[in-house]
């Protein structure tokens, strides 16, 4: 028996192997059929015989080295010797972990490419393009057998994270399959069922996980020359600078897609105006501005104040609203870069924050083709977004050190209350981070940590001494006030920042309220059997008070709800899955560069770039190559999608895995959010769509830690790098940090204060705002009126019930052709009517939506012209017979003469 070592047996297992895998690929490439008009040669064609000569060779020389390594053991310790080499090893391991990839990707196009001309050379270069990639995955497990001495252990922590990932990854399997089994998550609910939000295609992963890899290699080279914590600091610093700069760069610079919320220019001045939900809060700035404050309880105070501050400083100019928008949501990759490297490493907080960047840019691409919010679209998604991410980052940062951080609870409490002031439902999310609370700290009393047992069993014992030598309530004092001292700050914090609102609201309708009226009515008439959704109704009674109607709102939700419980259930968790279901979608659904298989007309598009990249991996074509994306969408996916969710599925468990490795529960807190906003919408019958987008960073990040630590893996074994032990360091868990908090109500008075007050001056700002600006003018007397426009050449005023004459500032001016219009209901002066005309809102003594018939398109109408209007006003909208622009022009816009001038209007 010839005395060689185990590598030798593997190297020529290797390459007998190799061999044999070459004989199959040489038997496929005969099988293929030929065109007889080619042949040239024992029945082949000159190109099948010069691939068939290429096998045959391969095959003889991997056989010759199977034969001598066997036979001359020796022969190992040259390749060993040539492997040691850096200068070798380096570049062969990138070219065949490079030429793996592309064979894979060339494997793909073969079978998917509709092109006749790359499909037909492709057909006939596949047993050579297969070959060449499985020897090239094989050569990445063989080379570091050869340069290293010794095989490849794994600690104790890496050992840990694949075992917990691989427990997380079969019970997310198992849930995937009782979700494709009953339908739950996948069959439309018959109300607010939307597909998911802008995904990342493949092509955009894969350059983030490169530029990872660099940054990942800089970190290597810093962590070689022994830098210091504060070279590092200064490192994560222009980090984050580099990210804030990509982040707002690619946005702003990204053309503005026609969008619901931001419909198509249109005459007279051709300019973006926002639409629906987005012209609510906008009109909402602009009443402020006019000094009319927010009028009743008004959605989202605390987003509309933003928008006021926005118009203060670049006035009603669209584009420049939305870059100060953009300007401020450019940090939430930064902050996504913290937290993930606070989870895991950099390396995969690089990835998470990259692919947050890249999705945006493709939500602002996609505005025209699916429905969608983003940066540029003023929406209140985005920011609430922002404002959970950073609450997020504010409770791992504490929880990762609560002992030296205690006055971080009411930072975070006072984030988490100015969110609840960007969108209500985050109150939901208020027991989720109780139960944290909890488990965090009340945990401490019976985990016992396995890194330091010894201290540990010192700490418990000393807790129940206590319990032995007092009295219980005394004991349950000492034991509890960690976890009290962290409640009643994390409350203050919270309410020093909705006590403003609150107050207001109470002195308006006396009860404590966020939302108006008319939304918490929309949602409760939701709470009724499936057939009666829409239909059902829950109107306001004459005589009944707003706190009388508001307490039997809520009344009739949780009445319904405990007397069907299973038809509630029924479209919460199922809308509460489809948020989970859609965050995995945004994933990327094909491992490879080109999204669009359909490359049409190939040769022809040689020279026209832009063109070809369309075809090839545009983001508007993956979405409709992709099914998820469609009208009525129930779940049937294709086997290559079905194989790349379970890819994604199984980096998400990694990452879970990773993240609970090196911060116990306190890593899971972004997934506790993610759920917790999901079963928010849930409860309102909404899910997907911009229901799921304020959380959908969870999802990057997990499957980036997911990704970063599969990468450390394959590091670690190509180059024995120490990267992989060193996420995990050995330090004190959760529990064994927690113990470490004296039993005291205390907090570090100055940044306990400072962050008091910070939270209290934001959460004053709406009050503030509204009481210092000041009204407008008086309206100008009716006679006054009529005068300006008997002097502008009008005097055919309407008469009889609903005559009027108004006065105000009109916004969002857009002239429609017979037929045209906007969808959706709310905004009579937009719908669509079979006359030309234009529409517009007036806001002075209240939101008024304006429609003057016109046969031509108007000439002046500036955006925030002060106007005087003479018409007939009805239940929802004021029919003009004209408008005078109140400015040094006095141009008048009058109605046609054949328009009725008799009230009411039709």
Request: hydrophobic fraction near 50%; include cysteine.
């Amino acid at each position: 028996m010839n005395p060689f070592s185990q590598r030798g047996k593997t190297l020529s297992i290797f390459a007998f192997l190799s061999a044999l895998e070459g004989v199959v690929a040489l038997i496929y490439l005969l099988r293929i059929p030929g065109d007889m008009q080619n042949v040239w040669l024992i029945g082949l064609s000159k190109t099948r015989f010069a691939l068939a000569a290429v096998l045959l060779v391969g095959i003889a020389v991997f056989v010759l080295v199977a034969f001598t390594v066997w036979r001359k053991p020796q022969t190992l310790t040259h390749l060993q010797s040539l492997a040691q080499r850096g200068e070798f090893y380096y570049p062969t391991v990138f070219f065949f972990l490079l030429g793996g990839v592309i064979a894979g990707h060339l494997l793909w196009l073969s079978g998917t490419l509709t092109d006749e001309f790359l499909h037909g050379v492709l057909t006939r270069l596949v047993p050579l393009i297969a070959w060449g990639g499985v020897m090239s995955w094989q050569l990445l497990l063989i080379l570091p057998l050869l340069r290293y001495e010794g095989r490849l252990t794994w600690s104790a922590s890496q050992k840990s994270v694949f075992w917990l990932g691989a427990g997380v990854f079969a019970t997310l399997l198992a849930l995937w399959g009782i979700i494709a089994y009953t339908g739950f998550g996948i069959t439309p609910d018959v109300m607010g069922w939307d597909a998911p939000g802008a995904p990342v295609m493949a092509w955009q992963g894969w350059l983030a996980w490169l530029l990872g890899l660099l940054f990942l290699l800089v970190e290597r080279i810093l962590a070689r020359g022994g830098t210091d914590a504060r070279a590092r600091g200064w490192f994560d610093l222009v980090m984050s600078v580099l990210l804030f700069v990509a982040a707002y760069t690619l946005w702003s610079s990204a053309p503005m897609e026609r969008a619901y919320y931001a419909p198509m220019e249109r005459a007279p001045n051709y300019e973006l105006y926002p639409y629906s939900d987005a012209a609510l809060y906008d009109s909402g700035a602009q009443r402020v501005l006019l000094g009319e404050g927010f009028g009743g309880v008004t959605r989202k105070p605390l987003y509309v104040i933003f928008l006021v501050l926005a118009h203060a400083l670049v006035g009603n100019e669209y584009d420049a609203v939305t870059n100060i928008q953009v300007l401020l949501l450019a940090l939430m990759p930064v902050i996504v870069y913290w937290l993930t490297q606070s989870l895991h490493t950099r390396f995969s907080g690089v990835i998470a924050a990259l692919l947050l960047i890249l999705r945006e840019r493709n939500a602002i691409a996609l505005s025209a083709d699916i429905r969608i919010v983003h940066s540029k679209i003023l929406m209140s998604d985005l920011p609430v977004g922002f404002g959970i991410l950073l609450f997020t980052w504010l409770m791992v940062v504490w929880l990762r050190d609560p002992a030296k951080r205690r006055w971080m609870p009411v930072l975070a409490g006072g984030v988490f209350g100015l969110s609840m002031l960007i969108r209500s439902n985050s109150v939901i999310m208020l027991a989720a981070i109780l139960v944290v609370f909890m488990i965090v700290f009340l945990g401490r009393f019976y985990h016992k940590d396995t890194k330091d047992t010894g201290n540990n069993d010192k700490a418990i014992q000393r807790d129940f001494s206590v319990q032995r030598k007092k009295t219980l309530l005394r004991a349950s004092v000492v034991m509890l006030s960690p976890l009290m001292n962290a409640l009643l700050l994390f409350f203050l914090g919270l309410g020093l920042a909705i006590a403003p609102w609150v107050w207001r609201s109470y002195q308006i309708t006396g009860r404590a309220s966020f939302n108006e009226t008319g939304q918490v009515a929309y949602h409760a008439e939701l709470y009724t059997e499936p057939e009666n959704v829409g239909k059902f109704k829950l109107p306001q009674l004459p005589g009944e008070s707003g706190k009388n109607y508001l307490d039997r709102l809520n009344k009739h939700v949780v009445d319904y709800t405990l007397a069907n419980p299973g038809v509630v259930a029924g479209f919460v968790i199922p809308h509460t899955l489809h948020n989970q279901i859609g965050m995995l979608l945004t994933l990327p659904l094909s491992p490879w560069l080109g999204q669009d298989p359909n490359m049409v007309a190939f040769n022809y598009k040689i020279g026209d770039w832009p063109s070809l990249w369309e075809d090839c991996c545009g983001v508007r074509n993956y979405v409709q190559a992709m099914p998820v994306w469609e009208a009525g969408w129930a779940g049937a996916l294709s086997t290559g999608i079905k194989l790349m969710l379970t890819f994604n599925l199984m980096l998400v468990s990694l990452g879970l895995a990773a993240a609970w490795k090196k911060l116990d529960l306190v890593g899971w807190i972004p997934l506790v959010m993610a759920l917790a906003y999901s079963l928010s919408t849930a409860v309102a019958r909404f899910s997907g769509w911009r229901f799921s987008l304020p959380v959908d960073w969870a999802g990057y990040i997990y499957f980036s830690i997911g990704l970063g630590q599969l990468s450390l893996w394959a590091v670690a074994w190509l180059f024995r790098s120490p990267a992989a032990d060193e996420a995990f360091p050995a330090s004190e868990s959760t529990w064994q940090r927690v113990q470490q908090i004296e039993p005291d109500f205390g907090a570090p008075l100055r940044p306990a204060l400072l962050s008091a007050v910070v939270v209290l001056g934001i959460g004053l700002a709406p009050l503030i705002v509204e009481k210092a600006i000041s009204p407008q003018d008086a309206p100008l007397p009716q006679v006054e009126s009529i005068a300006a426009f008997e002097a502008a050449g009008f005097n055919a005023f309407p008469s009889g019930e609903g005559a009027i004459i108004l006065q105000g500032r009109a916004f969002y001016p857009r002239y429609y052709l017979a037929g045209e219009g906007e969808s959706g209901s709310g905004w009579e002066a937009y719908r669509p009517r079979d006359y030309d005309r234009l529409g517009f809102t007036l806001i002075g003594t209240g939101d008024v939506q304006v429609i003057l018939p016109l046969d031509e398109i108007p000439t002046y109408l500036p955006n925030g012209s002060d106007v005087l209007i003479a018409g007939c006003e009805t239940s929802d909208v004021v029919y003009a017979a004209a408008v005078l622009i109140w400015d040094e022009t006095q141009h008048l816009l009058a109605a046609p003469p054949s328009s009725e001038s008799v009230c009411p209007a039709p």
